[in-house]
């Protein structure tokens, strides 16, 4: 096991960058994560890895933005990683028509910014560090299911088109200067950890605090859409699985099984004993200008190469966030007395 090594990962703040800095701590990595100056406290999800009695003195942070090309540099000299998780990015597709080119910036240019500061440190003595790129399951836009890593990408948003391009930087960069670089395209994959205006991680949080009393109503846009959830958990294994292997590679990472918005609603609100039908409403202001109708992964190279698998099914893993949603109204309720 190693004891030494030392990653960087860009996104610590998120969902995924909290389960993988818990999962690279627990191997004995030292672990920098780049967060971003924000007016209002932003590492919720990391504070039990970097405060009070239980910090973990391997855990560093470091101000950074992908948007700044200094900032990556410097940590990558300050930090000198063996491995690199480039996990940062403007994550919400709807939101990515509203700001597509910012989306563009941050998740597509900059990961040719990222390459290029990776570039400049190795030029310059820094240590050769492995690299891993957080791709999406929307690159594959309207393809037909079971998609995997042959299968065309049509993206469908400028969120899509954006990871596209950063998939299409990493081989480059990968061909052009023999740099150990991997597309992870994993498709989606929640936790208690979700984002509050991810479908799943709404519908999980509604269905708890209607059933607490807390709220009524829940209002959706398409219900319609089939996604391949899984455990988020589980995807960060596979994500540094990727970083071990003796050639760099892309894989697709996925569950195999889908499931409607309509699917997870009836999972969710049995969960807490109620029929979703009398509580949601739809508006057309949830909706997409266009949308990824079926979206199911094929992850068999994944789980022949890698040894990968998920954990958690789809049924596990709607009660698990209902019940962390159950336990956080229950805190609010205390709490307010
Ligand atoms: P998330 O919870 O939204 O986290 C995104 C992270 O990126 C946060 O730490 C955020 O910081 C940071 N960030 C945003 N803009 C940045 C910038 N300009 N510079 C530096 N950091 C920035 O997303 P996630 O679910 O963990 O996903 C991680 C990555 O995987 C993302 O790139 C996402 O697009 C991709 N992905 C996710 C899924 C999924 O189903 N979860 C599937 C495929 C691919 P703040 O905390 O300050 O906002
Ligand atoms: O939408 C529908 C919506 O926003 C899922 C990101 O992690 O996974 C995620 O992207 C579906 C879509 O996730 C609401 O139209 C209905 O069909 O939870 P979502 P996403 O767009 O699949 C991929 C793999 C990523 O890479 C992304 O970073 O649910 N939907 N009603 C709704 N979606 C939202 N957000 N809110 C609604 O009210």
Known sequence: MP????????????????????????????????????????????DHLHMGGKANPNFFLHYGDLADAGSLRDILDLAQPDEIYNLGGQSHVRVSFDQPEYTMEVNGT??????????????????????????????????????????????????????????????NYRE???????????????????????????????????????EHRLTLGNLEPRRDWGFAGDYVEAMWRMLQQEEPDDYVIATGVSNSIRGFLDLAFATVGLDWHEFVDTDPRFLRPSEVDDIEGDASKA??????????????LVEMMVEADLELARTEIRTEG
């Open 3 to 46: 004891t030494s090594r030392s990653a960087m990962i860009t996104g610590v703040t998120g969902q995924d960058g909290s389960y993988l800095a818990e999962l690279l701590l627990s191997k004995g990595y030292q672990v920098h994560g780049m967060v971003r100056r924000s007016s209002a406290f932003n590492t919720s999800r990391i």
């Open 110 to 171: 900059a990961v040719l910014r990222f390459l290029e500061a990776l570039r400049f440190h190795l030029k310059h003595g820094g240590k050769a560090a492995r690299f891993y790129q957080a791709g999406s399951s929307e690159m594959f836009g309207r393809a037909k299911p079971p998609q995997n890593e042959g299968t065309r990408f049509e993206p469908r948003s400028p969120y899509a088109v954006a990871k596209v391009a950063a998939h299409h930087e990493v081989v």
């Open 176 to 214: 052009s200067y023999g740099l150990f670089l991997c597309n992870g395209i994993l498709f989606n994959h929640e936790s208690p950890r979700r984002g509050e205006n991810f479908v799943t991680r709404k519908i999980t949080r509604a269905a708890a605090r209607i059933k607490l009393g807390l």
């Open 303 to 316: 789980r022949d190469l890698l040894g990968w698998k998920p954990t958690m099914d789809f049924a596990s």
